[in-house]
């Protein structure tokens, strides 16, 4: 019976590796993971503001995760992290962060942490349409994640929107 014991778990082990692995990523029009999201980087304005975004949450928004990170050489700099996403079209997602990082730290004064809420238009590949980018600082969070201003149209980069 020792034998017999000590055989089962050796046995599973054999099975969990020999099985082959099942992995399917699509990255056509419409299909992909059941993951809301939105990856890119944009410049607008004179395209020296700069704007990184890397967020992915659950088919609904749920459990945000990732960094976004705004860069105006010369007048500042900032890091955050992702703290809710939410799809208000299948082609517009709205980010919110909490500031984690902001260079100049005297350009704002007030009650920490700081917070910023973002819109992002994705509107195609880069020459079939124009993604829209819009922003703003806050000085306590956004719980429902939603900004109607369409702001500015990137000059260049790309924004994916991705609806789970």
């Known amino acids: 019976m020792r034998r017999l014991r000590s055989a089962i778990p050796l046995a599973l ?7 082959p692995g099942v992995s ?7 299909e992909g993971p059941p ?10 304005f004179d395209g020296t503001n700069q704007v990184h975004v890397n967020a992915i949450g659950g088919p609904a928004g749920e459990d ?12 500042f700099r900032l890091k955050g992290s992702i703290i809710c996403l939410n799809l208000q079209a299948p082609n517009v997602a709205v980010v919110g962060i909490q500031v984690d990082e902001f260079d100049p ?16 238009e994705d509107n195609g590949e880069p020459g079939q349409g124009m993604d829209w980018l819009s922003g ?16 500015n149209p990137i000059l260049q980069g790309n924004y994916v929107v991705h609806d789970g």
């Open 35 to 44: 993951k809301d999201m939105v990856t890119g980087t944009g410049q607008i």
């Open 105 to 120: 730290e005297e350009m704002f004064v007030g009650p920490e942490p700081l917070f910023a809420i973002y819109r992002f």
């Open 64 to 75: 945000p995760k990732g960094q976004l990170t705004q860069h105006a050489p010369g007048f």
């Open 136 to 151: 703003a600082l806050l000085q306590q969070p956004r719980n429902d994640c939603t900004r109607q201003s369409r702001g």
């Open 13 to 19: 082990l054999v099975v969990c590796l020999g099985l």
């Open 24 to 30: 399917s990523a699509n990255h056509s029009n419409g």
